[in-house]
């Protein structure tokens, strides 16, 4: 399946993206790629396979807490570039309100 480059100048407008020439041309023939492996996989015959969430068959592990013996604040803290009252210091990342 051939993809013209209005198609991909439509997408990428739709997409707020700007795409050069070139670059057009490039991803005509990136998706030409996808959408015969996607084609591909649509030929093969599935009808005999039971539909599933999971490739593999997955089961929550579960296992007790253990309490064990963590690392010493003053070592957790030796590396850290920022530090304040003995707990690690961050750059604000939210504005107060």
Excluded: C
């Excluded at 005509?28 to 015969?36: E, Y």
């Amino acid at each position: 399946m051939k993809i013209s480059e209005h198609e991909i100048n439509t997408v990428a407008s739709l997409s707020r993206l700007k795409i050069r020439a070139e670059e057009a041309e490039e991803v005509s023939s990136q998706l030409d790629k996808f959408l015969t492996y996607v084609e591909n996989l649509q030929a093969i015959d599935t009808t005999h396979i039971e539909p599933t969430t999971y490739a593999l068959p997955m089961q929550n592990v579960f296992r007790p807490d253990e309490v064990k013996p963590s690392l010493p604040r003053e070592l957790a803290l030796s590396n850290a570039p920022l530090k304040e009252d003995g707990y690690f210091k961050v750059p604000r990342v939210l504005e107060a309100t």
